[in-house]
């Protein structure tokens, strides 16, 4: 079976309310069976324009990627993201 994945493109406005972000979507996105790939760390822009920060999370299908960013505990927990920072969030199928 192919793989889904959670992709964030991320440039965060205030730091330390981003933070509680962090802490608390963690857990959500884990029990949903995601597993953090990329999670910021360096990172260049060779061609384009992107945000500061990039996150990858591999989940054992599409569906199921799709499924966590739709669940409903993990998208309250995503307006404190949306608050703190500017961000583009991609589902995508991969292997």
Do not use: C, W
């Not at 992709?7 to 857990?27: F, K, S």
């Amino acid at each position: 079976m192919t793989k889904g994945y959670i992709i964030g493109h991320i440039t965060v406005t205030d730091p330390a309310a981003y933070r509680e972000y962090i802490e608390r979507d963690t857990p959500i996105l884990q029990g949903l069976g995601g597993r953090f790939i990329v999670r910021g760390g360096r990172s260049e822009v060779p061609e384009g324009t992107s945000h500061d920060r990039h996150v990858v999370i591999e989940f054992p299908s599409y569906e199921a990627a799709l499924a966590a960013y739709n669940d409903p505990e993990y998208q309250k927990v995503a307006e404190i993201r949306r608050r703190t920072a500017d961000s583009v969030i991609i589902v995508v199928e991969g292997t």
